[in-house]
């Protein structure tokens, strides 16, 4: 599996925006880019996947680099609820496990 | 809610025990994961079914066994537990790209 690298964790304050960097310098052209999120003792959230293109949800973003080595995941107005682990995964094919890493630990202060 | 339904939520063993856990995946998702959750390993990809049969094989112990039945459920077996053996199991289902998971099933082996 191809591997990323994210920071261990970042803060931001309550109702500003947040960006999540994740660097994925050995992706391959059919790789998946998803972010998943983890609330304690719960499992993890779906949160939005990408291949090529810029993908908004209701959720966030995820901003694609044109090279593909490196995304973002954007959290427009960030809440005490957006506090969790937030994990980025490369997956080869639809359907394909995905191999989770550390991930990295967001803290919203109010 | 995922829709990814586990059971049991909580179960209490001794060493040496077996225990068998239970999921439910959404309507219509084909394919199956677990994966483990310990606080000094992280999420742990075990197996995956896909439509019944093994589609992919993870860090599973050999005293660690799953299926997918026709009704595409799935069920984990651990048996000969071990203290090591607490932690968070998770369940996960799909049919596409995005993978679901359940609020898992806490495991304390005493």
């Known amino acids: 599996d191809a591997k990323t690298t994210q920071p261990n964790s970042m803060e931001s304050n309550e109702e500003e925006p947040v960006h999540l960097p994740c660097n994925h310098s050995?992706?391959?052209?059919?790789?998946?880019i998803h972010w998943y999120r983890q609330l304690p003792s719960q499992g993890p959230e779906y949160v939005i996947h990408?291949?090529?293109s810029n993908v908004n949800n209701r959720m966030a973003s995820l901003a694609i680099a044109e090279d593909r080595k490196s995304s973002t995941l954007i959290l427009h107005r960030a809440t005490l609820r957006d506090a969790a682990v937030y994990y980025c995964?490369?997956?080869?094919?639809?359907?394909?496990?995905?191999?989770f890493g550390e991930g990295t630990q967001l803290t919203v202060n109010p | 809610d995922s829709g990814v339904t586990q059971t049991p939520k909580h179960l209490i063993t001794a060493t040496g025990q077996r225990v068998t856990l239970r999921c439910s995946p959404r309507?219509?998702?084909?394919?199956v994961y677990w994966y483990q959750q310990s606080l000094d390993q992280g999420l742990q990809f075990l197996i995956q079914?896909?439509?019944?049969?093994?589609?992919a094989k993870g860090n599973i112990l050999e005293r660690f066994s799953a299926q997918q039945f026709p009704d595409l459920h799935s069920e984990l077996n651990l048996s000969s537990l071990e203290l090591g053996d607490s932690a968070l199991y998770f369940c996960?289902?799909?049919?596409?790209?995005?993978?679901?998971f359940g609020e898992g099933s806490w495991l304390t082996v005493v």
């Open positions: 996960a289902s799909s049919l596409g790209n995005t993978i679901y």
């Open positions: 050995t992706i391959s052209g059919t790789d998946y």
């Open positions: 990408g291949l090529t």
């Open positions: 995964i490369l997956s080869e094919a639809s359907g394909s496990r995905l191999t």
């Open positions: 309507s219509g998702d084909l394919s």
């Open positions: 079914y896909y439509n019944g049969e093994e589609r």
